[in-house]
Every structure is written in structure tokens, then in C-alpha cells.
């Protein structure tokens, strides 16, 4: 066994661990912290298959981004933890079957013939698994990649829509009415009287005289 086996097996085992303490632990920001190092483990596996791109992407987006984000809103709600946990039992038995299902398809998967064992390719010293990526994604699996970008972009205009409400107290600008204003409505000239300064001591006298 060679020392990079040693490596894969001890960074696959904090890996289950950590994924199991994920589902298993009470506290969220325990999990969250838990899903972190998931996720610095998968990308140390990355780093081993020589794939450096996506094992950068991995920590600088889910864990540098996501992660940093989760925790925030979960440390900054005030969050029942209890409450949330009532019922839970009641969809083990749904839960295990569609883990069931999704454990045979894993193994579907990677006992075909596209993940079987294959020997290594050596790659020249200029070799770019970066430009690699980017020359499938854009050429062989285009289609795929537009379309995933479109069910994206549906996603984030959904969320929007359905967290946007019409709040009376808002004092947001509607651009439709700002366009429509002409140059009389912006700016109006109020003709004044001339202002007289008066001294206060005079007034005072003509007081005390009276």
C-alpha cells in the first residue's frame, strides 16, 4: 500500500464521519461545522485525483460562501430546536426506503463500466484538468450546461417572487413613475414677500413703551 492509498482511506473515513454526524447530531451549527469538514475532506479526495480545479471551487464556494452564510443565519435565528424535531420518527420508514433507493442507484453507477478500474494516463507536464473541464462543458455537454444554468436562473427568479411582498411602510421608488415626471412636476418656484430682519432689543423698547 502506498502512501497516497493511506491518505485516501483516512481522508474517506473523516469523510463518512463527518456526513454521519451531520444527520445525526441536535445542535445545526454543530452539523453545519460538521458539513464544513466534509467538505475540506472531499476536496483533499479531489486534490488526490489530481483535480485541482473543482477541489478549489469545493472550499472557495460551499465552504468559503454557503457555509459562511448558513451558519450566519442559523447562529442569528432563534430556532426551536425541539418543535422542529416533533414527527421526526414518523418518516423514518419513507426516509430509509428513499435512502435504500438512492445507496442501490450509487452502486448501479459505480460498478459500470464507466467508473470500473481503469490505469492511469500519464498527462504532459503542461497539462490543464482546468481547460479540460471548460472544453467538455462548452463543447460535448453544451446542452446539459445551458440548461442547468436556465433551471438556475428560474430558481432565483422564483425565490424572489415568492419572497417579495408590498410592504405599506416602504418608501421604495417605482422607475415606471420616475420616467413619466416632467420637468414642471420636479421643480416648482414659489414667489415670497421680501423678509425684513428685525433687532429683538427693538422690539423690547417699543413693549416697554407701551
Known amino acids: 500500500m502506498?502512501?497516497?492509498?493511506?491518505?485516501f482511506y483516512t481522508?474517506?473515513?473523516i469523510l463518512l464521519f463527518a456526513g454521519l454526524r451531520v444527520i445525526t447530531t441536535r445542535n445545526p451549527v454543530h452539523a453545519a461545522l460538521f458539513l464544513v469538514l466534509a467538505f475540506f475532506t472531499a476536496a483533499?479526495?479531489?486534490?488526490?485525483l489530481e483535480a485541482e480545479f473543482l477541489a478549489i471551487a469545493l472550499v472557495l464556494v460551499y465552504v468559503g460562501a454557503v457555509m459562511v452564510l448558513f451558519l450566519f443565519v442559523v447562529m442569528m435565528l432563534d430556532i426551536n430546536i425541539d418543535k422542529l424535531r416533533e414527527g421526526f420518527w414518523e418518516y423514518l420508514p419513507m426516509a430509509g426506503t428513499?435512502?435504500?433507493l438512492m445507496a442501490v442507484e450509487m452502486v448501479m453507477v459505480l460498478g459500470g463500466k464507466y467508473f470500473g478500474a481503469t490505469k492511469a494516463v500519464s498527462k504532459p507536464a503542461d497539462y490543464?484538468?482546468?481547460?479540460?473541464?471548460?472544453r467538455v462543458l462548452y463543447t460535448e455537454y453544451l446542452l446539459p450546461f445551458e440548461l442547468a444554468s436556465v433551471v438556475l436562473l428560474v430558481a432565483i427568479v422564483a425565490a424572489i417572487v415568492?419572497?417579495?411582498r408590498d410592504r405599506k411602510d416602504s418608501k421604495s421608488m417605482n422607475p415606471a413613475d420616475q420616467v413619466l415626471v416632467k420637468k414642471q412636476d420636479r421643480i416648482r418656484i414659489v414667489k415670497m414677500g421680501a423678509v425684513v430682519e428685525v433687532d429683538p432689543s427693538a422690539d423690547t423698547t417699543i413693549e416697554e413703551k407701551k
Request: net charge negative.
Open 2 to 7: 502506498v502512501f497516497t492509498d493511506v491518505v
Open 11 to 13: 481522508l474517506a473515513a
Open 44 to 48: 483533499g479526495i479531489w486534490l488526490l
Open 98 to 100: 428513499i435512502g435504500l
Open 128 to 134: 490543464s484538468n482546468t481547460a479540460e473541464i471548460g
Open 162 to 164: 415568492l419572497t417579495l
